[in-house]
């Protein structure tokens, strides 16, 4: 006969996996409705996903959830998945269970009235439009902490929904050198006097060849096409149901040829990421990344350490070449350097690699002292076009262009802006022990061959899904804590040979 607590697992099993099901369906329709819907269809299929995410809610917050919960909580001696699998069900009953109900639904309909006031203040490039609904989300954005309670710093409590474990005590220390590694390198850059060409890439490219030659790349990355799709949105996204079926979007600029390809090369990172989660996973709740930081590392690596590097592009320049007669007076040397040029800009979407970190690392700033209450949302506009002088050296004339552009603070998403940033330092700190793992591998990528690259990512990282969380799986992988030092030294490196710095 079975122990007690074995069948109770099963059943437990098989209850995350009706939710898993009903997020899959969730998903298809999420992706459907930004693909391929038709315009009439969107307020119906609003209501589809209205409903469906009513039962989820109700599966996520049930009696029977809490029951599980408790029962696995007092049981010694789980395994890691178990282990996980009852600490990240906790996770997510605690997060809604805390609030009030009432408060709850209050804030998901000024959620969605916020994010019209967003669309519209950004259009009209005001910020006043959208101030009266960021005052009432940060409101709630405090108050909710109340309720979850913290620790230090009322900020870490959001952090921890998306970087597990991670403060502000940390990041201040990373981030901060970071950002002055940064600031000097840029310094450095301008002092220079250096000027890198890229116009060639601002030439007409039509959207199939631009699509036939993402495809390539996204093949020779080991995507898997049997598990996925490759179609166009206004914004790039990566959307898996399950690890059978994980999607990227893309989006063509005929006047762009480095847009579409580096989308398609970031959200292959995230997606090969998801294709690898083993099946045992799936149904657990951890059939995931380890957080968000740690899946922003792996499209981050495809895409700036692996993507814009001399070793790939030894490989995929001549085929460039061969495919786009624009490239024909332009030698390797200069492709390279172009694909590299360093230009701070406005707007975080469009930074180059080097000053993007610069971009989130303001939003940090702002958004830890916003939600700990030593600024308030009237100051945002002043208070961030003098971080973009100060650290970048220009500043926004409005705020369409400036405070407006993202839209993460219109739904509350704070927190999560310096994943992007942590997704830079995980990825150095992964490179430094995948180069002593595998002392051939520049050569191999210099002959197309990037097998060894995605099963290090997949032996050493992607197959845990979202059991360890992201500093356990730092120190597995590294052996070492989180640090700025080796993102900064691959920093230094590249651009100091790229402008010719001494
Ligand atoms: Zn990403």
Redesign the pocket.
């Known amino acids: 006969m079975k122990l007690e607590s074995e069948k109770k697992l099963e059943e437990f099993k098989e209850y995350m996996r009706k939710l898993e099901y009903l997020n899959s369906a969730i998903g298809v329709i999420y992706w459907d409705m930004r693909v391929g819907i038709p315009k009439k269809a969107t307020a119906q299929r609003g209501e589809v996903i209205g409903y469906l995410s009513g039962e989820a809610y109700r599966l996520q917050t049930s009696d029977e959830m809490k029951e599980y919960i408790d029962y696995f909580s007092t049981i010694e001696g789980l395994d890691d998945v178990t282990k996980s699998m009852v600490l990240n069900a906790k996770k997510d009953y605690d997060q809604t269970k805390k609030i009030p109900e009432h408060r709850y639904k209050e804030y998901v309909i000024l959620k969605s009235n916020s994010e019209v006031a967003w669309e519209e203040a950004k259009e009209k490039s005001d910020f006043n439009i959208f101030k009266p609904y960021l005052e009432k989300v940060v409101d709630f954005s405090r108050e909710f902490i109340e309720y979850w309670g913290y620790e230090n710093n009322k900020y870490d409590t959001l952090l921890d929904f998306y970087e597990p474990g991670i403060t502000v005590e940390k990041l201040d220390v990373v981030f901060g050198e970071l950002r002055d590694a940064i600031v000097e390198l840029l310094g450095k850059i301008k002092e220079s006097g250096v000027c890198i060409k890229d116009d060639f890439f601002k030439k007409d490219f039509s959207k199939e060849s631009q699509e036939e030659f993402s495809l390539y790349v996204l093949n020779k990355m080991g995507y898997d096409f049997d598990a996925g799709r490759l179609d166009e949105s206004v914004h790039p996204f ?1 959307i898996n149901f399950g690890n059978k079926d994980v999607r990227i979007t893309t989006k063509y600029i005929p006047n762009e040829f480095r847009s579409a390809l580096f989308s398609c090369i ?2 292959g ?2 997606a090969l990421y998801e294709q690898d989660i083993p099946d045992e996973l799936q149904g657990t709740g951890l059939a995931a990344g380890a957080s968000m930081g740690i ?2 590392s792996q ?2 690596f495809y895409e700036n350490i692996i993507g814009r590097s001399k070793a790939f592009w030894t490989y995929f320049y001549p085929e460039a070449k061969n495919r786009f007669p624009q490239f024909k007076d332009v030698d390797f040397d200069e492709f390279y350097k172009g694909m590299n040029a360093v230009e701070p800009s406005l707007i975080r979407t469009e930074a180059d690699e080097l000053t993007y970190s610069l971009h989130v690392i303001i939003r940090y700033e702002i958004e830890k002292a916003l939600i700990n209450g030593e600024i308030e949302v009237k100051d945002l506009p002043q208070i961030w076009n003098k971080k973009y002088k100060e650290y970048l050296g220009v500043e926004p004339q409005n705020d369409a262009e400036g405070v407006l552009q993202d839209m993460h603070w219109s739904d509350g998403s704070f927190g999560y802006f310096p994943s ?1 940033a942590l ?1 830079n330092l995980y990825g150095a700190q992964f490179l430094h022990k995948m180069e002593q793992d595998i002392p051939n591998m520049y050569d191999d990528i210099k002959q197309g061959n990037l097998d060894g690259v995605h099963q290090w990512l997949k032996d050493n990282i992607h197959k845990y899904g979202a059991v360890y969380k992201p500093a356990e799986l730092l120190k597995m992988v590294t052996k070492e804590e989180l640090s700025a030092k080796y993102f900064i030294d691959y920093l230094n490196k590249k651009y100091y040979e790229i402008y010719n710095l001494k």
């Open positions: 990566t970031h959200e990172g995230h899946h922003e499209s981050r992007y997704g």
